[in-house]
């Protein structure tokens, strides 16, 4: 699973280690593991609950070959199998802001990793998931009786067929009306359950 931040001008790209924020006084003593390590754990979270709520299983193929998770749904209404299994690639950031504005914000992937997610006719379809989370650790979540906040969002995309634009990296759309929840798996393995795309 790779991290993202944006380059210069709103558009992201991946980096594999992140900057340590300096303590602030008065917080808790947080580990020295790297943000962006940090953020890693953070997304697996957010994914773990979705598929929860959703009745999905996951597994996380080993090694792994630039796909983070497999998630599978089982349901008697399945045309093409009693269980369906998409595959999710997973990117974080800290460098968009939350409710971003339009219809939808940029992303950056490498070409190579652009090409995997992109491949099209696929047996089993491939979504990419990014998690938008605030910049310092305090503010990821806040737990009491009512209830656990974490923050902020995922929203996913299918960019099969999608084009490689740039010559290293290419920029992508994901559009904000896609939030990552558990009734939008629901919606994907049942669309992907009769027989469609994501």
């Given at each position: 699973?790779?991290?993202?931040?944006?380059?210069?001008?709103?558009?992201?790209?991946?980096?594999p280690?992140?900057?340590?924020?300096?303590?602030?006084?008065?917080?808790?003593?947080?580990?020295?593991?790297?943000?962006?390590?940090?953020?890693?754990?953070?997304?697996?979270?957010?994914l773990?609950?979705?598929a929860?709520?959703?009745?999905?299983?996951?597994?996380?193929?080993?090694?792994?070959?630039?796909i983070?998770?497999?998630?599978?749904?089982?349901a008697?209404?399945?045309?093409?199998?009693?269980?369906?299994?998409i595959k999710?690639?997973?990117?974080?950031?800290?460098?968009?802001?939350?409710?971003?504005?339009?219809?939808?914000?940029?992303?950056t992937?490498?070409?190579?990793?652009?090409?995997?997610?992109?491949?099209?006719?696929?047996?089993?379809?491939?979504?990419?998931?990014?998690?938008?989370?605030?910049?310092s650790?305090?503010?990821?979540?806040?737990?009491?009786?009512?209830?656990?906040?974490?923050?902020?969002?995922?929203?996913?995309t299918?960019?099969?067929?999608?084009?490689?634009?740039?010559?290293?990296?290419?920029t992508?759309?994901?559009?904000?009306?896609?939030?990552?929840?558990?009734?939008?798996?629901?919606?994907?393995m049942?669309?992907?359950?009769?027989?469609?795309?994501?």
């Amino acid at each position: 699973m790779a991290l993202a931040q944006p380059d210069p001008g709103g558009t992201a790209r991946a980096e594999p280690f992140g900057p340590r924020l300096p303590q602030q006084p008065g917080a808790p003593l947080r580990g020295s593991l790297a943000t962006t390590a940090c953020m890693e754990t953070l997304q697996v979270g957010y994914l773990h609950a979705v598929a929860a709520a959703a009745g999905c299983s996951l597994s996380q193929p080993f090694p792994d070959n630039g796909i983070d998770w497999h998630v599978s749904h089982g349901a008697p209404t399945h045309t093409v199998d009693d269980e369906v299994t998409i595959k999710v690639q997973l990117k974080c950031t800290y460098q968009i802001p939350p409710h971003p504005a339009g219809g939808a914000f940029s992303f950056t992937l490498d070409n190579a990793h652009l090409v995997k997610l992109a491949r099209s006719p696929v047996t089993v379809h491939k979504i990419l998931v990014v998690m938008i989370v605030p910049r310092s650790q305090d503010d990821w979540l806040r737990a009491g009786p009512g209830g656990l906040d974490l923050r902020h969002c995922c929203y996913w995309t299918n960019l099969a067929g999608h084009a490689v634009t740039g010559r290293y990296r290419t920029t992508v759309r994901i559009p904000t009306s896609r939030i990552f929840d558990d009734r939008a798996l629901c919606d994907i393995m049942a669309r992907v359950g009769a027989g469609g795309r994501p």
